[in-house]
């Protein structure tokens, strides 16, 4: 390998299967090195930082994106490229990539740096983790780890996205949480029975829906969308106002903005989309914490 050529990570396993077989296509003049094991992204990714990688391209979804992220760590010169090719692809939704893998890849390789947002999430075990997309805490976070748990194709996509929120909401009970949080207009404690707390760096999560659709991947701010102790039925019926982004308006939701929160409760927590363990958590915001490459101004 040469530590002037781009590194390019790519995860075979990404979206059943789809970014493996894009290796056998992809043409680049970077170091192309292909996983074969969960959390290997990261350490390859770390090493390219060891090596004065100037920029290191994740191939695959959120998943191995964040984990590109976490190995580089504050690594200040590494431009990280996406080439999309997960079952989500909400970070790149966001950040308004071409979803053409030729396209993409383009932009990955010779796009111009951009200074985003990135979110960190603190466990009570010691553990810390930084995310790109989105996380949650509720039942949002039990239907990620369904999805990490299944092997099945079918559920890598929307449609077994949604199949499997469906199912998990016969078995998922609203949870008590507690949000504390401080802005200009002082501190705030909340506590109420919740379907889900989500923290969204960027609009999208869950594959293409708009949870926060105000978000902005470089303003320095979380936007948290709080879904009350709504039934299952309201739930389903309220499923296709995601993906528009109209659930804002729903009385059970409320929207909020914080640079940093704590949540507590007994409930499951995923960071874009996967899981993590149970509560308690503290999030932060890393303003300005990742160099990506972009399309051109005029295009973002």
Do not use: K
């Not at 995860?11 to 290997?40: C, F, H, I, K, Y």
């Not at 504050?74 to 979803?99: E, Q, Y």
């Not at 796009?111 to 010691?126: K, Q």
């Not at 890598?156 to 207009?185: F, H, K, P, Q």
């Amino acid at each position: 390998m040469q530590a002037d050529a781009p590194l390019i990570i790519l995860n075979p396993t990404a979206a059943a299967g789809r970014a493996a077989r894009l290796a056998r296509s992809l043409r680049s003049p970077g170091d192309l090195v292909v996983t074969e094991s969960a959390g290997q992204a990261e350490q390859l990714a770390a090493r390219g930082a060891i090596e004065g990688r100037s920029r290191v391209i994740a191939v695959g979804g959120d998943g191995t994106l964040q984990e590109v992220v976490n190995g580089l760590g504050d690594a200040p010169a590494v431009v990280v490229g996406i080439v999309p090719a997960g079952a989500g692809n909400d970070f790149a939704r966001s950040l308004r990539l071409p979803r053409d893998v030729g396209a993409a890849l383009a932009v990955a390789l010779h796009g111009s740096a951009r200074r985003v947002d990135l979110g960190e999430a603190m466990f009570a075990d010691g553990r810390t983790r930084r995310f790109v997309a989105a996380g949650g805490a509720g039942f949002d976070a039990q239907v990620a780890a369904a999805m990490a748990g299944s092997r099945l194709r079918w559920q890598r996509g929307r449609a077994g996205y949604l199949l499997t929120t469906l199912r998990e909401l016969r078995r998922y009970r609203n949870a008590e949480m507690r949000i504390c949080w401080s802005d200009a207009g002082g501190a705030h404690d909340n506590r109420l029975p919740a379907l889900l707390v989500a923290f969204a760096n960027g609009a999208y999560y869950g594959g293409g829906m708009r949870i926060a659709p105000a978000a902005a991947l470089d303003d320095g701010m979380l936007d948290l969308c709080v879904v009350g102790d709504v039934s299952r039925l309201e739930a389903m019926r309220q499923l296709p106002s995601l993906y528009r982004g109209r659930h804002v308006g729903h009385p059970a939701v409320r929207m909020r903005r914080a640079s940093a929160f704590d949540i507590e409760g007994d409930a499951p927590v995923h960071l874009d989309g996967e899981p993590f363990g149970p509560l308690p958590v503290r999030v932060r915001i890393l303003p300005g914490g990742l160099r990506v490459a972009a399309p051109a101004p005029a295009s973002v």
